[in-house]
């Protein structure tokens, strides 16, 4: 990629106030680019930690500036209250003779792919993927249709490739419900893949328990590294369970992709009105 020492990067995170880890895999990436020296300045921030969207802005002094969301899904919080919060016009707004370029979220990219292939992989070793059902898990919610969009785009790209017995899509609060994995796989193994940016409480308890790899109530899976004891013996099945997507060092590359990827849109855009020409 291209450096850009007069540029700043800026990734904005969710953040949780009750899990120090939600934030982890942001800073991880920050620092994994930081240490690339492509940017002049690399700074996160957070829905629900310090240092907080309205304030990052203030924390950088490039006046030529990226934002690139570290979130899965293009919703809620990448089309209203990222915008919002940083008080932006679009995917370009100039203020105060700074220019601020809003990119896509790293979970609409297509590498993406790629990243949850590698995930399968090392979770699964060795596993015949033609003999395995893979499970990707997202959140699904029924205010906001998007939530379900990234997981389904990636579950026919995986399925086009014909490499696993079957691909699905399953979810938290919708259907088809993770719960019910065992009825909507059909292969010996089932690799669950969770389709999240950090290993927060949904990957570490509350997946777990849906899937009846762990009880309700018991300490957080965090302390007793529950993806590390692959694979389970669940429902007469062998279960592989993986952690969060966006723990993947990989993600780093794609973060840097969305910022390749808005310079070639911009870059387009730009000589699409010049050979217009004049109105």
Known sequence: MQVKPGSALVIVGHGSTLNP???APTHDHAD???ARGIFGEIATCFWKEEPSMREVLRMVESDDVYIVPDFIS???FTRTVIPRELELDGPLTTRGGRTIKYCEPVGSHPRMTEVLLRRAKETALN???NETSLVIVGHGTALNDNSAVAVKDQ????A???LYGEVIAAYMEEPPLVSEWDNLTRCPNVLVLPFFISDGLHSYQDIPVLLGIEEEGQPAA???AVFRRNPYSARGRRLYYASAIGTEPMLADVILDQVAAFDQSFT???NGREELGPP
């Open 21 to 23: 880890d939600s934030s």
């Open 32 to 34: 994994a680019i930081r």
């Open 74 to 76: 293009e919703g809620y």
């Open 127 to 129: 596993v015949a993927e």
């Open 155 to 158: 579950v026919r790209r995986i």
């Open 160 to 162: 086009a490739m014909n």
């Open 222 to 224: 965090s302390q007793r």
């Open 268 to 270: 387009e855009s730009r």
